[in-house]
């Protein structure tokens, strides 16, 4: 069988876990296609994965290859794979039963989407996990509509830098609060109203708003209970929010977290083609480097996404 590389991790622990293993190449199943990877992201539930405790990765389940999204090229199809050629340069969020740090990913048919022929295949990496979070959170839970008003906490982060643009492209009037290090950026990604949340508190510096879109939980999530309007709703990518008792019933809640869908994706994907939404990559790093790719992830103050180079 030929093989290939790809980082596992063994055991749970921190980003040391993470080793550069050969394996054997996998070949695609009836409705699969194998695409050889160019680059994938790295995303906050990669690390927590690592860590340990999260619910759906146990420890009779490892090894396995983080990695929940990807950009490549088609390799390879099954006997009913449909939809694609060889050669096609696709992106996928993957399910949770394969990953992305590695050379070759067979991955469902139903689950891939074209790339965006103007971009790169890191920037086009950058996209699936993160601006499926971002849609379904603004539209699916939050049933976000052209004319209304939407506060989105951490709007400088992968997740958030794609919720501005998003809401924005649908028609919102859009804050966000941020570090001083994002204000610019912030704007630049077209926010009506930015808000150093260090130095204001943003339910003082901004009118109601029909949805919060919460990327930050804590003290942040309880106070935006006091800036959603009668009928609005907070939706949280943290869990279900706590609705405090003093709160009306009216102020909807929803926590949720995202899931695959081809459909979305290419219509984000539609919309990066027509210059409408930008992919902000804050560093590449080559595969071998997932682990300080992970560290930056989790310790460092980040603008957009980080991506790792595959090919």
Avoid: C
Wanted: cysteine-free; glycine content about 10%; charged content about 25%.
């Amino acid at each position: 069988m030929p093989k290939m590389m790809a980082i596992r991790m063994h055991e749970f622990g921190d980003a040391d876990v993470l080793r550069l293993d050969q394996i054997e190449r996998p070949s695609p199943g009836e409705n699969e296609v194998l695409v050889k990877v160019a680059a994938a992201s790295v995303n906050p539930v990669d690390w927590k994965i690592r860590k340990g405790g999260y619910p759906a990765v146990e420890q009779s389940d490892l090894p396995i290859v983080p990695g929940r999204d990807l950009a490549g090229t088609v390799e390879a199809l099954g006997r009913e794979a449909t939809g694609f050629a060889s050669g096609d340069r696709v992106i996928a969020f993957l399910d949770m039963k394969r990953g992305g740090y590695e050379e070759y990913v067979a991955v469902p048919a139903a689950l891939l989407t074209k790339m965006p022929s103007s971009i790169s295949f890191e920037e086009a990496a950058a996209i699936p996990l993160a601006a499926m979070t971002a849609w379904q959170g603004l539209f699916d839970h939050g049933r976000l509509r052209s004319g209304q008003r939407v506060l989105i906490h951490g709007g400088g982060g992968g997740v958030g830098h794609f919720a501005i643009q998003f809401a924005k492209a649908k028609g919102a009037w859009v804050a966000t609060t941020v570090s001083g290090l994002d204000i610019d950026l912030a704007r630049r990604l077209g926010a009506d109203q930015v808000i150093d949340y260090k130095s204001e508190r943003f339910e003082e510096a901004l009118d109601p708003v029909d949805m919060v879109f919460d990327l930050v939980g804590g003290e942040t999530q309880k106070r935006s209970f006091g800036v959603v309007k009668n009928g609005g709703i907070l939706v949280s990518t943290l869990g279900e929010p706590e609705r405090p008792d003093t709160v009306s019933d009216n102020i909807g809640i929803a926590g949720y977290m995202a899931k695959p869908n081809a459909d979305q994706l290419h219509e984000v994907a539609d919309l990066i083609e027509q210059g409408q939404v930008k992919v902000l990559l804050h560093k590449v790093f080559p595969l071998d480097k997932a682990a300080d790719a992970q560290r930056t992830l989790e310790n460092e103050h980040v603008q957009g996404k980080i991506v790792l180079s595959v090919d």
